[in-house]
């Protein structure tokens, strides 16, 4: 199984940036996908992640700006992230708890939000 994430770049503070992550391979079901974040020197930690149910969670820091969803049929995640800050500026992370013959968590390959003020 492979995660393939997209979307990142620089946007100036205010703006909006749509992270997508699509889920590929021998995949049985998806259970939660979401959206995790690095700061420099710090620890990944999560932004927002989505059930298979459907049930969002975010960050305090990114409530009312951020919007997981996902795209059932396709495999796929999405991150809207709208009225950004310069504190948003990470690395940021496709997450997926997949089944497939194990039930095994992935990671995409990082991509790069910058935000500038």
């Known amino acids: 199984v492979q995660l393939q994430a997209s979307g990142g770049g620089l946007v100036q503070a205010g703006g909006s940036l749509r992270l997508s992550c699509a889920a590929s391979?021998?995949?049985?079901?998806?259970?939660?996908m979401g959206w995790y974040r690095r700061f420099p020197g710090k620890q990944r930690e999560l932004v927002a992640e989505?059930?298979?149910?459907?049930?969002?969670n975010y960050a305090d820091s990114v409530k009312g700006r951020f919007t997981v969803s996902r795209d059932y049929a396709k495999n796929m995640v999405h991150l809207q992230m709208n009225s950004l800050k310069p504190e948003d500026t990470a690395v940021y992370y496709c997450?997926?708890?997949?089944?497939?013959?194990?039930?095994?968590?992935?990671w995409g390959q990082g991509t790069q939000v910058t935000v500038s003020s």
């Open positions: 989505i059930a298979s149910g459907g049930r969002a």
């Open positions: 391979g021998k995949i049985f079901n998806i259970n939660a």
């Open positions: 997450n997926a708890d997949v089944q497939s013959y194990f039930r095994t968590e992935y």
